[in-house]
């Protein structure tokens, strides 16, 4: 079922959003931050030549040319964090572009920052992402600050300031078990709390870097039982029916069938801990299935010979797991599944069966020479 004027509605609203928000007080950011680390990555460039829908084709290309900021920047005054989005306040005035995710800051909670905050901490390292309840979204966007931290070497006796969101999914608490954030404090912050910092500190990572997602998968390395009985399959992920974002395989079954003939383990990441995924897909010279958080499990193949196999959606899709399997050197292919039903974002589709044997044949051969 389609949804046209809950859509249009969106449509509208982000525009009226972003008015509103030009219209708070703000401080400029480069008045407020101090670089501790800075550098620039060279121009953006990735051809999309693979199979890829619209939406991951337009994200390429307006970013084509673009150079990316890395930086490691602390703050110059006590400031407040918001709890949303990450943003920093300054005495009741927002200071823009202080998230991760600059395009996506809107509507954070102003009039609270203008009153006593909840809690004060003497020194805090920002680690708050929007999106930082998705699993591709902790990889590249929480752990790539802790990684630029620790390459940095700020002390470890500054505790690592999050937003309630991030630190509430089963793979937060999982990371933290296993020791990913090297011993340092994690501060939660509750969804609606203004948290005061007497000196904050800013980590600001390139996205989708080769060596910082090595790093990050040696992170977990050590937790990785490299003597596990786990299979050394090839595996294919699936969604089950019970997925957030839908975007579900009509004829699941049938393509279950053709990966398990193929050779693959059919396997729903949704039902593993992180322990168990970074075990597994260590084990797993090719990794395929539908666009979507699970592919992100290939970090844990860093430095081995790997084949991607990545079914989009013909009317969403973005080109981030490409772009992650291109950094590694790893080979990958893709197709297109056919006659999506429902909503763009999670829209149900079909798997042509004939195509996907003979991708599963090719990446068995390319893989296996």
């Not at 509103?20 to 550098?39: K, M, N, T, V």
């Not at 309840?133 to 790539?144: A, E, L, R, T, V």
């Not at 998968?217 to 699936?238: K, L, M, N």
């Not at 068995?364 to 020479?369: D, F, K, S, W």
């Amino acid at each position: 079922m389609n949804y046209p004027f809950r859509d249009q509605y969106h449509r509208l609203r982000k525009p009226l959003l972003r008015l509103c928000d030009s219209l708070l007080p703000a401080r400029p950011r480069s008045d407020f931050l101090q670089p501790l680390l800075e550098r620039t990555s060279d121009p953006f460039c990735f051809e999309t030549v693979a199979p890829m829908p619209e939406q991951a084709r337009a994200w390429a290309e307006e970013r084509k040319g673009a150079t990316e900021r890395e930086g490691l920047y602390k703050a110059l005054a006590p400031c407040s964090v918001d709890p949303k989005i990450g943003v920093l306040f300054h005495q009741g005035r927002v200071i823009w572009k202080t998230s991760d995710l600059p395009e996506r800051e809107r509507s954070p909670l102003f009039f609270a920052h203008r009153k006593s905050p909840g809690r004060q901490l003497p020194e805090a390292i920002v680690l708050h992402h929007v999106f930082g309840d998705n699993y591709f979204h902790f990889f590249m966007f929480i752990m790539n600050k802790v990684w630029l931290v620790e390459q940095f070497g700020l002390p470890r006796s500054i505790p690592f300031l999050v937003n309630a969101t991030s630190a509430n999914t089963p793979f937060f608490r999982q990371a933290q078990e296993l020791g990913a954030f090297f011993g340092r404090d994690v501060v939660v912050q509750g969804r609606r709390e203004i948290v005061k910092v007497d000196q904050a500190y800013l980590a600001l990572p390139f996205f989708c870097n080769a060596d910082t997602m090595t790093w990050i998968a040696g992170a977990f390395r050590d937790e990785i039982d490299e003597t596990s009985e786990q299979s050394d399959r090839p595996v294919f992920t699936i969604r089950s029916s019970t997925a957030p974002n839908g975007r579900l395989f009509r004829n699941q079954d049938e393509v279950s069938r053709l990966a398990e003939k193929a050779g693959f383990e059919v396997l729903d990441p949704a039902t593993m801990t992180l322990k168990e995924q970074a075990n597994r897909f260590a084990k797993a010279p090719i990794i395929a299935g539908a666009h979507g958080a699970a592919l992100t499990n290939m970090i844990f193949r860093a430095g081995k010979p790997t084949g991607v196999i990545e079914l989009f959606s013909p009317s969403m899709g973005s080109p981030h797991y490409a772009m992650m399997a291109r950094e590694f050197g790893f080979c990958y292919r893709s197709t297109l599944t056919k006659n999506p039903e429902g909503r763009t974002f999670t829209a149900s589709t079909e798997v042509d069966l004939v195509e996907l044997e003979k991708m599963f044949d090719d990446m068995l051969a390319q893989v296996q020479t």
